[in-house]
């Protein structure tokens, strides 16, 4: 895969005109994730708007809920037609089982392809510290980490989202088919920021990382588009 089909930005932006700003300063980008709050500002408009230039989606929403209200959510968002699609592992095999079911049926009955399920089994902001004091998990880190992909692979989801310092683990047990997206990815020359368990780009790739998220490096520059360069520059020598 190039280099630039592995990078996914982020538009995380408040409204439709800043995403739509930002889309244009960044042309060669090929594949967009839409998050909560610009979703919750435009709602689908953003996601016709990106697959009106042909764009790849990663909707980012998290779901999290019982099974009942996360299944209805998958049934409204496969009729986006989005590439990715995100629910908390921590949501429990049910509600996870209920997601995948229930996204199968209505992107069949709608005729489009599902999108991917992939579970988030730890937000990247959080620590060791964080999991153990604040939440009170009796495992270190990469063992839950581990844990939550395991169960969604268990419950036939499509992947997972982890830290890139986790991702090598995560490929030895899971294997190729099971998709690896990786946040908190910060390139050499970039300030790590409120990511406590950062790679560069290069080394996620070869820990096993399928695609990295990729944001305020990129979108936050002075000039984006030369930051996206400088970026997939960094992957030429593991992606082909």
């Known amino acids: 895969m190039n280099a630039n089909k592995r990078i996914i930005v982020p538009l995380d932006v408040s409204d439709e005109e800043s995403a739509i700003a930002l889309i244009n300063k960044l042309e060669q980008v090929t594949f967009f994730k839409v998050g ?6 435009t709602g689908p408009k953003i996601l016709d708007l990106l697959k009106s230039r042909q764009k790849r989606i990663f909707l980012d929403l998290k779901f999290h809920d019982i099974p009942n209200t996360v299944a209805g959510a998958c049934r409204s968002a496969a009729r986006y037609g989005v590439d990715l699609l995100t629910i908390h592992a921590t949501s429990g095999t049910d509600a996870l089982k209920a ?24 937000l990247t902001s ?19 980490a581990l844990a939550m992909a395991l169960m969604a692979q268990e419950t036939g989801l499509d992947g997972a989202v982890c830290s890139p310092q986790e ?12 998709l690896l997206v990786c946040p908190g990815v910060r390139p050499t020359w970039a300030d790590k920021g409120d990511q406590k368990r950062s790679l560069t780009p290069k080394q ?14 990129i979108t936050a520059a002075a000039d984006p588009q030369l930051a996206w360069q400088r970026t997939c520059e960094e992957l030429i020598t593991v992606s082909g």
């Open 36 to 41: 909560l709050e610009l979703f919750t500002s």
């Open 99 to 122: 997601a995948s079911s229930a996204l199968q049926e209505e992107a069949a009955k709608v005729g489009v392809n599902p999108p991917k399920l992939i579970a988030i089994t730890l």
């Open 126 to 144: 959080i620590s060791s510290r964080q999991l153990a004091f604040d939440l009170k998990i009796p495992l270190e880190l990469p063992e839950y």
């Open 167 to 178: 991702v090598a683990q995560l490929r030895q047990t899971c294997k190729d088919d099971f």
């Open 204 to 217: 996620a790739i070869a820990s096993g990382a399928d695609y990295l998220v990729i944001g305020r490096p």
